[in-house]
């Protein structure tokens, strides 16, 4: 599991697949993310710009990044 630390209040969940090189390309995170690939706190999310908060779980690709403060 890898820790994805906030800088703000949330982040977006296309953002986070980049910021933990999960994702080279914003067009890659959408491609994930609408193709049913990521899911977030265990249920598939087809949302791009879902905002994340600290406790929150995003899998993807068999990595868990785990959204802290």
Not at 13 to 23: F, S, V
Not at 52 to 62: H, R, S, W
Request: hydrophobic content about 40%.
């Amino acid at each position: 599991m890898t820790d994805l630390k906030l800088k703000e209040e949330f982040i977006r969940l296309g953002q986070a697949l980049k910021a933990a090189h999960l994702c080279d390309m914003g067009s890659d995170a959408k491609q994930a993310i609408q193709g049913g690939l990521v899911k977030v706190n265990q249920e598939t999310e087809l949302r791009r710009g879902r905002k994340l908060y600290a406790g929150d779980l995003v899998e993807y690709d068999g990595t868990t990044i785990r959204i802290v403060e």
